[in-house]
């Protein structure tokens, strides 16, 4: 846990998880058959360098000259074409709340206004689950939760191997990028994926809807029939815009997920075109 961090929130009923997992991997395995892992940069089957020994690697990578050196174990570490490390950077603002198996390793990194919570890589499907219980058991924050929410990144840089891929969800609402991104581009492979609210693409026509805004934390009328409203509105989308293309310059490294639109659908077309494109480069 990061010091100051919130405590692991309950997990959700574990019941509905197979069913959950079944779901996916049924559409991976039907709609992304032949693109398996062809999504991001792969390496083959080799040695790609030593790192220190946690619970759980497998005993026999440990490498026995260098622990033997250092005094403390040491393993080597291999890069194969079906296993991933994907860490998973969830960024609950309360911004999203206005609207209308095999050796892979997952990471998920939870960062909320009230508190921020780490799990790092660790391979297995009941791993997995879990971590996905964590996480879809986390509670919203309030809405009138402080705005802005504080990333971690460093622990990231800490705890993740080098060819991981780094997914980030969350609003993008038009911030300084983080002092430590420009790093963890170098490092990582990065991925963005936006949450889009109708509203935040366009107001609807001639309304006057009291609305609860989190991030100025009060309650308001907005009325979409004033012209000044609309053009402050499609600023504000504009400098977003901006501001997720320059997070990730590259149109496949990002998506905006819309939420009147079936997103599991959004996110296998985003993936089938990272895959066609890989292909081409190779």
């Known amino acids: 846990m990061i010091p100051g961090s919130t405590p692991f929130p309950s997990s959700i009923s574990p019941e509905m998880l197979p069913r959950l997992e079944w779901q996916v991997r049924h559409a991976v395995e039907t709609m992304l058959a032949g693109d398996y892992r062809s999504v991001f940069r792969g390496r083959g089957m080799e040695f790609d360098q030593v790192v220190k020994y946690n619970w759980g690697d ?74 996905a219980s964590l996480l879809l058991g986390q509670p919203a924050p309030a809405l009138d939760s402080p705005p802005q929410v504080d990333i971690p990144w460093h622990v990231i840089l800490r705890a993740a191997s080098r060819q991981s891929v780094v997914t980030w969800l969350g609003p993008f609402t038009p911030t300084p990028a983080p002092d430590d991104w420009p790093a963890l581009c170098r490092r990582y492979q990065t991925v963005g994926f936006r949450a889009d609210d109708p509203w935040d693409i366009a107001l609807p026509a001639r309304a006057r809807l009291p609305i609860f805004d989190p991030v100025a934390g009060r309650v308001t009328e907005l009325n979409t029939a004033n012209s000044a409203n609309r053009e402050a509105h499609a600023r504000w989308a504009h400098r977003r815009d901006d501001h997720f293309a320059d997070l990730f310059p590259r149109t496949h490294d990002r998506v905006a997920l819309r939420t009147d639109q079936p997103v599991f659908e959004s996110v296998v077309s985003f993936f089938h075109h990272r895959a066609r494109l890989a292909a081409v480069a190779r």
């Open 58 to 131: 497998d005993l026999r990578d440990i490498d026995w000259n260098v622990t033997a050196r250092l005094g403390e174990p040491y393993r080597k570490k291999f890069v194969e074409e079906r296993e991933v490390s994907v860490i998973v950077v969830f960024e609950d603002s309360p911004a999203l709340q206005v609207g209308s198996l095999n050796r892979d390793r997952i990471g998920l990194l939870y960062a909320s206004p009230t508190g921020t919570w780490f799990r790092r890589p660790l391979p297995g499907r009941e791993t997995t689950l879990h971590t």
